[in-house]
């Protein structure tokens, strides 16, 4: 099965403007190199920035195929550096920043296998945000590869696709933010909370998490990132928050649910101003965090850390 892009713009007007954000369906590692190889031989040869964010073993494939051109190429760890989604968009910004006004070509591979449940259900919102991120930014060009085995349909979030009518995309990510997430277990533990009982909250789940076997270390971030969260609804979600604790995937799962309303799509990850009144908090858990989910809508908010337990 494969999804071809969109026929490449710059071939049919010789423009490099803009943002155009496309993806490949491949079945295996050959039809993987024979997509993803041209696409950033071409690149090198027009005197673009080439970027290829994918797992190693994607990335071993490209440095045998391309040769010596390999050392052209910035390669990165997306199972690093985008191991939660939510920092890819802030990393594509950076290069944006670092190189601005030269065109920018990118292979970024934000679903790969191996993911959790969770985390592709935040790629797929990584893919709409990108999308209200970039729309005005350029030139960048990103192609995204999706493995067959992976049964997802990378269509809804991609404009340059073949036949993708145009789209309101700050209304397509504002669908996936505003649905809530999967319920919280039966079984989770439960403490309801206001501003008299973060530090009470804050160490009951960090001794939760020790006797989880998490790290001392990460016991300590996870526990700051919950702190920002917590003090979050308490200043903005009407004074108190529910925090659910449960296990879920090899990973210690928090939620963080009150009855506030965010309307930043891209909150978490972009840097607030220094004088700005909200947002630091998310930013800060997103750094601290394997994983963090966040949706807003009518019924209020959830914010939801996950801490690798391996």
Known sequence: MLIDS?????????????????AFVYADDDEFVHRAAPFLRDGLIAGEV????LPEERIALLRKEVG???????????????????????????????????????????????????????????????????????PFRLRCPY??????????????LACQPARDWDD??????????????????????GLAELTGVRRWAADRARSYGLPADRVDDLALA?????????????GRGTLSLWTQDRSL??????????????VGRVMPPTDSLGGRGVWLANQLCDLVQIRSG???????LHARLD
């Open 298 to 304: 009518e019924t209020g908010t959830q914010v939801r």
């Open 6 to 22: 969109a026929p490449d713009p710059d071939a049919l007007s010789g423009s490099r403007s803009g943002f155009q954000h496309d």
């Open 68 to 138: 010596d051109l390999a050392d052209e190429v910035t390669f990165i760890d997306i199972t690093v550096a985008g191991r939660n989604p939510a920092r890819i968009i802030p990393l594509w910004a950076d290069i944006l920043r670092e190189h601005d006004g030269r065109p920018i070509r990118a292979l970024g591979e934000p679903a790969y296998p191996g993911r959790s449940a969770a985390e592709y259900a935040e790629a797929k919102l990584h893919e709409a945000l990108l999308n209200v991120a970039f729309e005005h930014s350029g």
């Open 50 to 53: 080439v970027l290829a964010a």
């Open 226 to 238: 919950l702190h920002e969260i917590c003090t979050n609804s308490v200043r903005f979600g009407g």
């Open 253 to 266: 799962v928090l939620d963080i649910a009150d009855r506030g309303r965010i309307g930043d799509l891209l």
């Open 172 to 193: 397509v990510a504002l669908t996936l933010f505003g649905a809530p997430l999967a319920g919280v277990p039966v079984t989770a533990e439960q403490r309801e909370f």
């Open 147 to 160: 493995s067959v085995t992976l049964g997802l349909d990378p269509a809804p979030n991609h404009p340059a």
